[in-house]
């Protein structure tokens, strides 16, 4: 049986804000299985290019289909990952707002219309399945833990109503133990307090990096009052005190350094929300007598928690995928509906997440070849033993090998790597590429059979492929790796297995035989404007406007070449396909009207960048089939505009504004 999973939400790429305003969800994504095996997932974000996003899934639906050899006519089942009363409902309030919807009777008929519009077919209504929000968590989790019998929490801000569920799971049969109202939503609980830290939604990370710095007997007592625990493992928010934060800072403002109020505000949110989640735990692992744990939701990405339930031994295992926010609800509704009509199938733990673009040896020379100008592309011989020594000579090298990873982080094919005994690289990557919050840790991959050496584990659980839990790192080892320890002494660590991950894995050891050391540093490969790299392109581009001093895609090295406005000029230059060009004719001063220029986001015209006459004028014209000095010479830009040009088109390839390739789009 095929199933295709969905998430996200309801605009096209090229709609303007409006029909999709109303979407169902963020991080929109496809997952492909075949009874009940993942064939190809990817999230739409590493094809379209925009973080987090909600535009509908159709490049992802597209990729999966095509890299397996389907058609819609071969899929047996669609599952989206909300409940169908519940979206039933939202249309009707929707059509208030947007009389456009009232030709659509229910939400089956608009998903109908939506599969029309983007793929041209018309799809069967019973076709369409709609799962739950917290079952699609809680059967993203615990499908892929291998765990017949555990306990099942999920935990984010929101989904059909509900913030978070508690499954006791038997052998594929959820018996729902209780279920929390978002009044009570700890993503919502989180999310409110990180507002006076400068932070918002997708931050929550952040967070998690700065609490160490902190005490959090500084306002525990402030953060207590936001919460009661009650008995038999209730709890209640109240998220009206969370106003009495302004008693101890105003919100921090973008660009405000961090004082250790900050870091101390950290540290006592941390602390609530594990003490919150513990009393919770405690209860319902009494109750069942379960001694496994699983855990999704967004709630469920907080490493740091992860590794402290994993510590305490309240249970024997635990398992946390690095896609336990929303785009993990495709692969879940898909399975939780793939084991509903095949009951029989079996179900083993899955130990890895590279489902998504493939990168072939023998396509890799023909993708580099167009840009020539800019890099120098070397066929290595022997790949390990060649960046192994780059690595221990001190290059940060940007890693692309086999398939994607489907979910949010890099683990070892699109990663950025760096030795990890190398304190200096903190400051280095983030000048290089990263450009982020100086206190944040970098990750370290480490072979899996060796984790015990390093890091201090606990119980029998010694395989963490997700880089979902905070662990120690041994203390005589902490001195030697500072590059991978945090400030507490701990480490969001990466177990790398030779069978899920061959090149990754020979790199390591290679790494490890020489220094001692079998651990590499590993960060995702991406800029702060952009979500990581998927394609070969992407790589490339994300490497030119980086100070990465080497990429390596496949067996083949990329070293920069000396490139200037010779090289740039050759480039053939287009608009994001979700950009808007605005020309405003305003008051720029009491006295005098001029024009502004602008490029926005149709989906976020909050996000406004400035751009000059010259390039205003230039994107009017791009369409992929002239170069950039063609468009240049064409409006017949002096040399001194030209030479402005060119200083502000860097800024603008390197925040991904425009989009710049070696080959025509004819």
């Known amino acids: ?300 990405q907080n490493s740091s928690m992860n590794g402290k339930i994993l510590n305490s031994g309240l249970f024997e295992e635990v398992f946390v995928p690095s896609f336990a926010g929303d785009s993990g609800c495709a692969y879940g509704a898909a399975a939780y509906v793939a084991h509903q009509l095949q009951p029989d199938l079996p179900f083993k733990k899955v130990s890895h997440a590279y489902w998504g673009t493939p990168i072939h040896d023998d396509e890799v020379a023909d993708a580099l070849a167009p840009w020539q100008d800019f890099v120098v592309i070397e066929k290595l011989l022997d790949r390990s033993e060649h960046v192994s020594n780059l690595i221990i000579e001190g290059a940060v090298i940007g890693w692309v090998q086999g398939r994607s990873e489907f979910g949010p982080r890099a683990l070892g094919n699109r990663s950025i790597i760096a030795d990890p005994r190398v304190a200096s690289h903190k400051e280095t990557i983030n000048a290089m590429i990263k450009m982020r919050e100086s206190y944040r840790p970098f990750a370290p991959s480490v072979l899996a059979e060796r984790v015990r050496d390093f890091f201090e584990v606990p119980g029998k659980q010694d395989e963490f492929p997700f880089m979902s839990f905070v662990l120690n790192v041994r203390p005589e080892w902490r001195e030697q790796l500072p590059a991978i320890t945090h400030v507490d002494g701990s480490a969001r660590l990466q177990t790398v297995n030779k069978a899920d991950n061959p090149l990754y894995w020979e790199l390591i050891e290679t790494f490890g035989r020489k220094t001692g050391v079998p651990i590499l540093l590993n960060t995702s490969f991406n800029n702060n404007a952009e979500p990581i790299v998927d394609s070969i392109d992407d790589s490339v581009v994300c490497y030119l406007t980086s100070g990465l001093n080497y990429l390596v895609v496949g067996d083949y090295l990329v070293t920069k070449k000396d490139w200037g406005n010779e090289q740039l000029a050759k480039l053939f230059v287009t608009l994001p396909k979700a950009a808007v060009l605005t020309r405003e004719d305003r008051y720029i001063s009491p006295n005098e009207r001029g024009y502004g220029y602008f490029l926005v986001w149709n989906y976020d015209t909050s996000r406004r960048h400035p751009l000059s006459e010259a390039w205003y004028k230039i994107l009017l014209e791009a369409d992929g089939k002239q170069s950039v000095g063609q468009l240049m010479l064409s409006l017949g830009l002096p040399g001194e505009r030209q030479a402005q040009a060119y200083e502000e088109l860097t800024g603008l390839w390197s925040d991904r504004l425009i989009i710049l390739h070696p080959r025509s789009a004819e």
């Open 1 to 300: 049986m095929l199933v295709l999973g969905l998430t996200g939400g309801i605009d096209s790429l090229l709609e303007a804000t409006g029909i999709s305003d109303t979407g169902i969800g963020h991080d929109s994504a496809a997952v492909l299985i075949r009874d009940g095996v993942v064939l190809y997932a990817i999230e739409e974000e590493r094809l379209s290019r925009i973080k987090h996003t909600e535009k509908i899934f159709s490049s992802a639906v597209r990729f999966c289909l095509d890299s397996a050899g389907y058609s819609f006519e071969d899929v047996d089942a669609i599952t989206l990952y909300a409940s169908e009363e519940m979206l039933n409902e939202m249309l009707k309030f929707y059509k208030l707002d947007i009389p456009e919807l009232v030709v659509f009777q229910d939400i089956r008929s608009l998903y109908q219309y939506l599969f029309s519009r983007e793929f041209g077919v018309k799809i069967c209504r019973d076709k369409l399945i709609f799962v739950h929000h917290h079952l699609s968590h809680t059967a993203a989790s615990y499908y892929l833990s291998g765990f017949e019998k555990s306990l099942v929490l999920t935990i984010d801000g929101q989904g059909d109503y509900i913030s978070s569920m508690v499954v006791d799971a038997n052998d594929k049969n959820f018996e729902i133990l209780k279920t929390k109202s978002v009044s009570d939503s700890l993503g919502l609980f989180y999310l409110k307090v990180i507002g006076f830290l400068g932070y918002k939604d997708f931050d929550e990370y952040k967070v998690m990096g700065l609490a160490p710095y902190g005490n959090p007997a500084v306002y525990r007592e402030k953060l207590s009052r936001f919460y009661d625990l009650l008995e038999d493992g209730d709890y209640c928010i109240h998220a009206e005190r969370i106003l009495e934060m302004y008693e101890i800072l105003p919100p921090r403002r973008r660009g405000e350094a961090f004082t250790q109020v900050h870091m101390d505000i950290a540290a006592a949110l941390q602390e609530a929300l594990e003490a919150i989640v513990f009393h919770v735990l405690r209860h319902y692992q009494k109750l069942t007598v379960q001694t496994r744990l699983v855990i999704s939701g967004g709630v469920g």
